[in-house]
């Protein structure tokens, strides 16, 4: 393909980089009927996208880590610090989901959902996710499934919903 670029053959395109993104915005515009050259300096996906999982999220963990920082005890001395921390946290969080919707409906081509389980296998949790103590007690309090319901209604339903599954449907879903 070097000889391709070194013949002076025009391109409608040049990609640099050959990773997940260059991978992709080179698919898509070959699909587009654009003619596209691709260079990477290594090998294709060798790099930073190697070791990337590839996975649109939406932040379910900065969410969490957000909820821990703004109810911790510490918020207490300063709460409209706290709070203008968590509104932060909640502006990005949203960002995220417009843009994995966004990826979702302009390339159904390219993606797919697969689906992540949480195994909840005991009543309480130590050490206690976050290292937030009252998180120990997420699952029989009904904490976590609650905190995946607002999760869901957050995203729009866009993505298959969360589900409790039992641990005799654990071998069943892989």
């Known amino acids: 393909q070097l000889k391709r670029l070194?013949?002076?053959?025009?391109?409608?395109?040049?990609?640099?980089?050959?990773?997940?993104?260059?991978a992709g915005v080179a698919?898509?515009?070959?699909?587009?009927?654009?003619?596209?050259?691709?260079?990477?300096?290594e090998d294709f996906a060798s790099g930073t996208s190697s070791k990337s999982t590839k996975l649109l999220w939406?932040?379910?963990?900065?969410?969490?880590?957000?909820?821990?920082?703004?109810f911790s005890p510490s918020s207490i001395m300063s709460p409209a610090t706290a709070w203008n921390d968590f509104m932060g946290t909640?502006?990005?969080v949203?960002?995220?989901?417009?843009?994995?919707?966004?990826?979702?409906?302009?390339?159904?081509?390219?993606?797919?959902w697969v689906p992540i389980a949480v195994p909840l296998d005991k009543w309480i949790i130590w050490p206690p996710p976050f290292d937030y103590p009252?998180?120990?007690?997420?699952?029989?309090?009904g904490l976590f499934v609650i905190f995946f319901k607002f999760y869901d209604l957050l995203g729009k339903y866009v993505a298959p919903n969360s589900f409790v599954m039992s641990s005799e449907m654990k071998y069943v879903a892989v």
């Open 90 to 92: 909640w502006h990005m």
């Open 134 to 141: 009252p998180a120990a007690l997420g699952p029989c309090t």
């Open 58 to 70: 939406a932040g379910s963990r900065y969410l969490v880590k957000g909820l821990v920082k703004l």
């Open 6 to 22: 070194a013949s002076g053959e025009e391109f409608d395109v040049l990609v640099v980089g050959g990773g997940a993104t260059g």
């Open 27 to 41: 698919l898509e515009a070959q699909l587009r009927g654009l003619k596209v050259a691709c260079v990477e300096q």
């Open 94 to 112: 949203l960002g995220c989901f417009r843009e994995r919707t966004y990826m979702l409906t302009m390339n159904p081509h390219i993606t797919n």
